[in-house]
């Protein structure tokens, strides 16, 4: 996903609060980080230009003070990031459009921004009711705009050109053409292609996914072979992830596969996430979800997390629970509803030889019950989630709990923690590379 992005609550505000000022334009400055590697550009707050900033402003144009763009280009600069000027055009009926005048503005501007502010490179939005536009300022050269909430919405025009398959003909008569090709656009992560995973992969390609980063370090095992979805006797010994992959392959040919045999929370390994469209976590490991929500909030990549349990007393089985929880600006992330295990996370993060070491970690976990209909159940819950947060189909519900013993799934609620330091603006929300993600030192893994 790469291009400007902001969370749901900066562009909804930005967009309230610069539109009201109609039917004169207005303008607004944000500071984002720029990570290069990805192009995109991560912004959480647009701050709104006081009165006393602007040289001259009507209904068609709008221009600010010298001394204004200097304040601006010096606090980009003492921050590190790059600038994203935003103005309106609160007369446009349609997805706005640069002018003559924006152009002619943008030409000194651009390179004064690049002489004072060199960190990053900057942008220029423009805003309309019906949406907006962005591109690198002084050039033609645009840039997608999405806004990453409890929905993935792409806010800049639509130029994709895919969706008429038939093949997606009852799909588009659910959710509409507009909703089969945001899926098909979209560029998604699974960590973890085990028993959920495995079942999820299933789902995705046949929605229309078709471009995939599958992370799973691990090999088929006779006991996988009760719920690992399209492997069988002949696949023990054979990485998950080229079993994964061959199925994809076999749904759907033209479809893009990048299968990494890793662990995620290796930082070369963790830094495939950050660009993509969408993850979902399929893995029970405690420190893989610990660095996916981590970049869920601070590289604004939604995410949904997923997981199950049996439980075992005396052989007889005392409850069937799963989970399935989105991960995103204005939601709760991991920590605020208690999913993690400290102790765990750390025996995790350990080598072998650290791990048998250490004198605080007693014992090993054992292997757990595992089912492949529960699994199913909980991949089918996210999948659908995914469906109500990329596509126009009716779903509110971004936290359900599952009771496979009273056969009900419920939707929840669970409060964010003021400044949590994984999701709120005080810790790592939009902070991309500025922020360190809580990963084991760079490994030669691939």
């Excluded at 010298?66 to 600038?83: D, M, P």
């Excluded at 002619?104 to 423009?126: F, I, S, T």
């Excluded at 600006?329 to 295990?341: I, V």
């Amino acid at each position: 996903m790469s291009g400007l992005r902001f969370s749901w609550p900066a562009y909804r505000r930005a967009s309230a609060d610069l539109l009201a000022s109609a039917p004169f334009e207005s303008c607004g400055v944000a500071y984002s980080v720029h990570d290069p590697h990805t192009d995109t550009w991560l912004v959480d707050d647009v701050e709104t230009v006081a009165d006393s900033a602007y040289e001259h402003r009507d209904e068609v144009s709008a221009t600010l003070r010298s001394a204004f763009i200097v304040e601006v280009a010096n606090r980009a600069r003492a921050l590190g990031r790059s600038v994203v000027l935003v103005h309106t055009h609160p007369s446009e009926p349609s997805h706005p459009r640069f002018s003559a005048v924006d152009d002619a503005g943008e030409v000194a501007l651009a390179g004064y921004l690049r002489r004072r502010a060199p960190q990053g490179e900057h942008l220029a939005l423009v805003l309309s009711p019906a949406g907006c536009r962005a591109r690198r300022v002084g050039t033609a050269q645009e840039v997608p705009v999405w806004q990453v909430g409890e929905r993935l919405v792409l806010l800049s025009s639509d130029k994709s050109t895919e969706g008429g398959n038939v093949r997606y003909d009852r799909q588009v008569r659910a959710f509409g053409a507009d909703g089969q090709r945001a899926i098909s656009s979209l560029k998604v992560g699974v960590v973890g292609v085990g028993g959920t995973g495995s079942v999820l992969l299933q789902q995705l390609t046949r929605l229309g996914v078709r471009d995939f980063v599958l992370i799973d370090p691990d090999v088929v095992e006779t006991t996988n072979l009760n719920r690992l979805a399209g492997a069988g006797p002949g696949d023990v010994g054979t990485s998950k992830i080229a079993v994964a992959e061959r199925e994809i392959l076999a749904c759907s040919p033209a479809s893009r596969v990048r299968g990494l045999r890793a662990d995620v929370v290796d930082a070369n390994i963790a830094a495939e996430l950050v660009g993509l469209d969408f993850v979902f976590v399929c893995t029970d490991s405690h420190a893989s979800r610990t660095v996916v929500c981590h970049i869920a909030y601070q590289y604004l990549v939604p995410t949904i997390d997923m997981g199950t349990s049996i439980t075992v007393r005396e052989s007889a089985v005392t409850h069937i629970t799963g989970r399935v929880q989105m991960l995103a600006p204005e939601l709760p992330c991991l920590t605020c509803t208690g999913a993690l295990d400290a102790n765990q996370i750390r025996r995790e993060m350990m080598s072998p030889e650290r791990r048998a070491s250490d004198p605080y970690l007693v014992g090993d976990y054992e292997p757990q019950p595992a089912v492949m209909s529960i699994n199913t159940t909980m991949a089918s819950l996210a999948a659908t989630m995914f469906m109500a947060a990329a596509t126009s189909m009716p779903g509110h519900a971004r936290f359900q709990l599952y009771d496979g013993v009273r056969g009900a799934v419920r939707p929840t609620q669970a409060r964010r923690v003021e400044d949590c330091i994984v999701c709120s603006r005080r810790g790592a929300l939009a902070k991309g590379p500025s922020w360190p993600l809580p990963v084991r030192p760079r490994a030669n893994n691939g």
